[in-house]
T-cell receptor, first 113, second 112 residues
Framework: DTAVSQTPKYLVTQMGNDKSIKCEQN?????MYWYKQDSKKFLKIMFS???????INETVPNRFSPKSPDKAHLNLHINSLELGDSAVYFC????????????FGDGTRLSIL | QKEVEQDPGPLSVPEGAIVSLNCTYS??????FMWYRQYSRKGPELLMY????GNKEDGRFTAQVDKSSKYISLFIRDSQPSDSATYLC????????????FGRGTSLIVHP
């Protein structure tokens, strides 16, 4: 009965590869997010989707492309992986509307060799 | 100056101690304040959510907001080893973008 689930938990790959991370939420939320947490623990918003529509796209390289097939799913595809992409990527969701608290998945630990 | 400042610690306390975790911020438009707890290799988990100034209590946890000083606190009473985690504060403004701004987290270690 996991609320926000991400797969895979760990991803180790080589520079230049393309990879995807999947996220699903069963909370009935309308809004989903991708965050990047670096080694210093800062959580930085990357994207936000509301009812499958992209509403926030922070300054993220266009190698990162989110896709939301329905409001319960938000996937993240990354092309041409670089060393600096190594981080923990968190998916989150919330009810629609301003300032709703977010519920996070357990993260995908991406390591680039 | 970052919008939200939080001492990364680690803060090490004995079991049973009262813990005080704090954040300062610079954006006077912030009205919503949150505390998240993050265990190692897990996602942040919402602990407390408050609006504007004042105190909110939930079991051993008390969140306090002082908007005049742009300072928020989380107090943990009777701390337990299971409270050992990183605590992140987050805050957002009313209207506009509703993406909260996070502090970098304070690592708390409660030793038996």
């Amino acid at each position: 009965d996991t609320a926000v689930s991400q797969t895979p938990k760990y991803l180790v790959t080589q520079m230049g590869n393309d990879k995807s991370i999947k996220c699903e939420q069963n909370l009935g939320h309308d809004t989903m997010y991708w965050y990047k947490q670096d080694s210093k623990k800062f959580l930085k918003i990357m994207f936000s989707y509301n009812n499958k529509e992209l509403i926030i796209n922070e300054t993220v390289p266009n190698r990162f492309s989110p896709k939301s097939p329905d409001k319960a799913h938000l996937n993240l595809h990354i092309n041409s992986l670089e060393l600096g992409d190594s981080a923990v990527y968190f998916c989150a969701s919330s009810h629609d509307g301003a300032n709703q608290p977010q519920h996070f998945g357990d993260g995908t630990r991406l390591s680039i060799l | 100056q970052k919008e939200v400042e939080q001492d990364p610690g680690p803060l090490s306390v004995p079991e049973g101690a009262i813990v005080s975790l704090n954040c300062t911020y610079s954006n006077s438009a912030f009205q919503y304040f949150m505390w998240y707890r993050q265990y190692s290799r897990k996602g942040p988990e919402l602990l407390m959510y408050t609006y504007s100034s004042g105190n909110k209590e939930d079991g051993r946890f008390t969140a306090q907001v002082d908007k005049s000083s742009k300072y928020i606190s989380l107090f943990i009473r009777d701390s337990q080893p299971s409270d050992s985690a990183t605590y992140l504060c987050a805050m957002s403004a009313q209207g506009g973008s509703y993406i909260p701004t996070f502090g970098r987290g304070t690592s708390l270690i409660v030793h038996p």
